[in-house]
């Protein structure tokens, strides 16, 4: 089974500190692994994914396949990053996402 | 550009009834066609896709139902709801080159 924990549903920091939104799978294969993002009033859109290996927005995320973990950082969080954000699995055309975390920046 | 549609935005709609929420995608040709439904505290949950025109797949068991009658059509429906297919439902597509995907703005549906 194919599955997606993101432990945190919500998190706060203040603007300027690191942030880091864990995200767990569990995937037998090879995982192809997203993070999404839902602004207020927005839709859900892409931030990243694994295999384009970028950086949207300052926000990195690399695959830890020994700890299967595709965990979101940013060094320097700014208060337009509050929102939630979702990870994702895919397999062929099914996708999987976590439960969310909603993420506030403190002024 | 490719645009993705949704409508209605909300809806309240009694136990019983039926229902049917459209989606339609512009700008783009074949799209994987999927519909989600996002409640508090569990995400989203991948409902149905589609990989085209009358190809259903659906994920889970479930009240609900789902039609693809035209390439850029996905039809999310129902005979009878229950209170519990209250939430907020979404419509995305892909394409197969990137996977990544679009999502539409959604519908708010209340069963009371």
């Known amino acids: 089974a194919q599955r997606v924990t993101q432990p945190e549903k919500l998190l706060s920091v203040f603007k300027g500190a690191p942030v880091e939104l864990k995200c767990n799978y569990s995937?037998?294969?090879?995982?192809?692994l997203f993070w999404y993002v839902q602004y207020s009033r927005q839709r859900l859109q892409l931030l990243l994914r694994h295999i384009s290996r970028e950086s949207i927005k300052g926000f990195t995320a690399d695959l830890n396949k020994g700890e299967t973990s595709f965990h979101l950082k940013k060094p320097f969080a700014q208060e337009e990053d509050s929102a939630m954000y979702y990870c994702a699995l895919r397999t062929g055309n099914q996708f999987y996402f976590g439960t969310g975390t909603s993420l506030t920046v403190i002024p | 550009s490719q645009t993705i549609h949704q409508w209605p935005a909300t809806l309240v709609q009694p136990v019983g009834s039926p229902l049917s929420l459209e989606c339609t995608v512009e700008g783009t040709s074949n799209p994987n066609l999927y519909w989600y439904r996002q409640a508090a505290g569990r995400g989203l949950q991948l409902l149905f896709y589609?990989?085209?025109?009358?190809?259903i797949s659906s994920e889970v068991p479930q009240n609900l139902s789902a039609s693809r009658p035209q390439d850029r059509q996905f039809i999310l429906s129902s005979k009878k709801l229950l209170l519990s297919d209250s939430g907020f439902y979404l419509c995305?597509?892909?394409?197969?080159?990137?996977?990544?995907?679009?999502f539409g703005p959604g519908t708010r549906l209340t069963v009371l």
């Open positions: 995305a597509w892909s394409v197969e080159e990137t996977m990544v995907q679009f």
């Open positions: 995937y037998s294969g090879s995982p192809e």
């Open positions: 589609s990989v085209g025109i009358g190809q």
